[in-house]
């Protein structure tokens, strides 16, 4: 039996069983890719945030870079 025939064979059993009204077992591999997945989530929701202040400081609306400080002969 191939692999693939194994893990469907696993999860139409737990399927059955959740209809039998057993709680489903954890897969723990979950909580092994879910941090991965999670920081991956970060970095994209940090990137977007990036390139929309980017976008808004390349049409003037915010002065600037990194770094920027006042203007020389500020108060």
Known sequence: MTANHII???R????LDVL???PPRVDYGL???LPFVAAAGGV???L???DAVE???ARGFIPGGRGAGRR????
């Not at 020389?72 to 108060?75: E, N």
């Open 44 to 46: 994209l929701i940090s």
């Open 12 to 15: 139409l059993v737990t399927a």
């Open 8 to 10: 469907a064979r696993e």
């Open 55 to 57: 976008r808004r400081r």
């Open 48 to 50: 977007l945030i990036e």
């Open 20 to 22: 039998r009204g057993r």
């Open 31 to 33: 909580l092994l890719v």
């Open 72 to 75: 020389a002969g500020g108060s």
